[in-house]
């Protein structure tokens, strides 16, 4: 899976880590610029990249959820356990927002990344 580009498991992996860091502070840039890293530094195409900063998305909205739940168990007991119950709610809500907005970043990068490939070759 790496003809005419990079890894695609690196590719999502140092897409994952732009993803996580940038999110915080980014809420909706980051997501789409991880997936935007991930799916240009792979294999070109847009649904090879959308794969990517979808795989990327998912695997940041687990960890921002886990810590969520982890946090408000710390925090508040037994009745954050309870309220676990509606973390779900949050968690699958994470999942369809991270890996959204990834996919979208991805198939840009993806895309731009065909570009880019295809315009070297035709200039030699």
Do not use: N, Q
């Amino acid at each position: 899976m790496a003809e005419g580009g990079g890894s695609y498991w690196v590719s999502a992996l140092v897409g994952f880590f732009f993803m996580l860091f940038v999110s915080p502070f980014f809420p909706v840039a980051g997501p789409i610029l991880g997936g935007i890293v991930g799916g240009y530094l792979g294999p070109p195409g847009a649904v090879r990249g959308a794969l990517a900063g979808l795989l990327d998305g998912l695997v940041v909205a687990a960890i921002f959820s886990v810590v969520a739940v982890v946090g408000g168990t710390a925090l508040l007991g037994p009745l954050g356990t309870l309220l676990g119950l509606g973390v779900s709610v949050l968690l699958f809500a994470l999942a369809l927002y991270f890996g959204i907005l990834g996919a979208i970043g991805g198939a840009v990068g993806g895309a731009l990344k065909a570009w880019t490939t295809g315009r070297r070759r035709i200039r030699g």
